[in-house]
């Protein structure tokens, strides 16, 4: 049971820590006295052991191991070690010389973890140093110059013993003017794993090796047939290209007996990049992508690399299933999107990478779950969940590692990958010791798990999802010297999750409080899942009058998938951008099909008719829509003999449509019309337009009318008088005196001169016409022609 601390995602209890270290500290106690009186170190290393004094000196060079080669020696093997010293304190190392030394054997994970946290540390055992000829000398050491050092050393002469992990370290020794003696001024310690036959059980290791970016692609396509999709900007192409990140990656895993994790949004992306393109390059502004030739070769690269190998693919655009469980399962239609993402995997991976990918497993964030995770994780139809040690820990007290695979019920199996060889390779890893330092620390928990048990077992290793691209280098360089090493055997995921369960390991998922709350920080919050619920929403909406559904449902389902990525942990801002940006678009296409903005309208009697005109400035066709016209004052104005009336509308891409209502007024004055698109399901469309109608039943053209007939009637009816007037004058006339005697009245007649000549002159007029046979009786008497005298009245 003294490997019982040794667990994954366990550590040795602060009790035993305490007295390890208090022991160490009372053996070195008479060696350090005894350094203090001597100028010199050289009896501590005849006794075995190099003790350091941490005095103001001490620990000023930085050493740096940039290559131990090879990684794993075996018998006959030539260890050679190179890197950097570098004199960063005040005064200039005399003396000076570079050393390699071997220290004790690890025996347990937990041991391999306490010395590599203090790596560097002038405090506690060295170990002996190989000295002779085994060492690199500099006369001096000026503060701030780095001096390179290669040491080359037959592993025979390290005088390794049996199989196991052994503390190597590179170390400096020199003086200072203020303290001139031999003393270590600096070392770094690493692991020298030996191995040299074969073991009798290997390790089945899964490496998973991750092809997964951040999200590139917006909701925006052209207009055009191809639909020409737009970029969020052009980091995609950087990466791609030679020398960037997942160049480096499908570079260095192309020779690795690997199991490939990708997800589907990276190939569509880069597939996207190798036809027409265009990169946003402000708020509304894009320009032509250029880099069609650098996708089409990675995408050719990574064909070839997957051929034979097995390939998982998570659901598109790796949604982030943590954040799902615990803040977006009550909202309505998250579970969806989820299922949506998994559902198109098969047709992005396959047309592209000619393989079939496998799509029951479920990645949540850094292998940690619970209750909730796992729910919602095989919700789409994974049955199988890579979680980590560190989430679900082990708690039988089993004295070693257990396989990966655990049944936690439901039909599911969490795949447990090992928390100390999942995340060797974090960190900033840019400099070549911190690679090799990572390696070396590696391939010694690797050797250490298979050391624990002769039980068959397999391990899976599953590091963070985006790695650098000096963490890759050294994942492959360790997963290469792994390969070489005699402990382990490649196995894929499908055969770990397959493996026989060890009936000791722990299957309990741990609770929800148990949830990192580093992790649960950088979740997507409640909010982001509502955003993304009313875009689907209004996405829903505007798809079904759409004549073809698909140039919009494409796009936008897949930005839905990929504003749920597990890429946004950490970029809360960028996250919300994108989500909006999505949104606006769809509004931006959504009010592409709208009413046009009316102006009061005055209607003139009982009944008129309105227009209403719908504009679709889509490329496509828009149907399935009514157009409703309401009254809100129906008492005064109705619509086709209601309150309202509603008409399908069609319209073309690129047209508009008039739609023409009947109304019908009861009372004068002011009515307010309503118009309002509407599907074919009732639910409003876009925005609606309202304009006031004057109802007037009688305008002032029409009175005008009237009053031009009614005068006309009393026209006709004074014509009427004066004929018959007329008529009874000349009546008279027949019975009483001639003209001349009828002359002689003339100062009688009341009518004043101008009467009298203009009558006058209309009778001179006709004078000289000949009378026609057929000419009716006139309506008045004859008249003479004689001038006729002052005040003489004319008949009319």
Known sequence: MAEAADFQGTTPSPARRWLRRTGALLTAAPLLAGLLQLPSASSAEAAGQTSVKDASGSGSVAVSVDTLTPN?????????????????????VTGAHVGVRLGPKLATRSAVDDAANGSDSLRGATGIEVGGKYVEKFPKLTPGVAEHFSISVPVDKLDLGSDGIYQFAVSLNGQTSAEPWDQVLG???????????EADTKTRTTFLWPLISTVHMTAETGSNEQQTPVFLNDDLAKEISPGGRLDEMLSLGKDLDVTWVIDPDLLASVDAMTRSYRVRTGANTTAPGTHQAVAKQWLADLQ???????????????????????????VTGSLSHLKDATDVVDNTVEPIL????VTDFAWPVDGAVDPSIVKVATSAGADQVIARSDSLQETGGLPYTPS??????G????????????????????????????????????????????????????PQRMPTTGQAQAMAAAITALEGGTWSEAQELTAAAKAKPDPGATTRVPSTTAYPRSLRKQELPRSAFEAIAATQDKLDNFTVVLSDESRVVTPFGRATNRGMSTSWRGRPEAAQSFRTNVEEHLNVLADQVKLIDKSPTKLSGRSATIPVTVQNNLVQGVGHLMLRLTSTNPTRLQVGGHAYDEQPVTVSGGHSQTVKFTTSAKANGQATLVAQLYTEDGQEYGQPVTFDVKVTEFTATVMLVIGGGFLLLVLAGFRMYT????????????????????????????????DRLTEESGTDARADEPEQPSDPTPDTASESADPSGTGERVDR
């Open 723 to 754: 004929q018959r007037k007329r008529a009874a004058a000349r009546e008279a006339e027949g019975d009483g005196p001639d003209e001349a005697g009828e002359a002689a009245e003339g100062p009688e007649n009341p009518e004043g001169p101008d």
């Open 72 to 92: 794993v020696p075996t018998e006959g093997d030539t260890l050679t070690v190179s890197g950097t010293v570098t004199n960063n304190g005040k005064q200039t």
């Open 304 to 330: 070839t690399a997957v051929a034979d190998k097995e390939v998982v693919a998570l659901p598109f655009a790796d949604p982030d299933v943590a954040s799902l469980a615990h803040n977006g399962t009550s």
């Open 404 to 409: 990966a695979a655990r049944p936690i019920g």
């Open 187 to 197: 070392i770094q310690r690493t692991f020298l794993p030996w191995q040299p036959g």
């Open 411 to 462: 039909g599911t199996t969490a795949v447990v990958a090992d928390a100390r060889l999942s995340t060797a390779f974090q960190g900033d890893l840019t400099t070549a010791s911190a690679g090799t330092l990572a390696e070396q620390r590696f391939l010694a928990q690797s050797l250490a798990l298979d050391l624990q048990s002769d039980k068959q077992r397999s391990i899976v290793v599953a």
């Open 354 to 357: 000619h393989v079939k990918p």
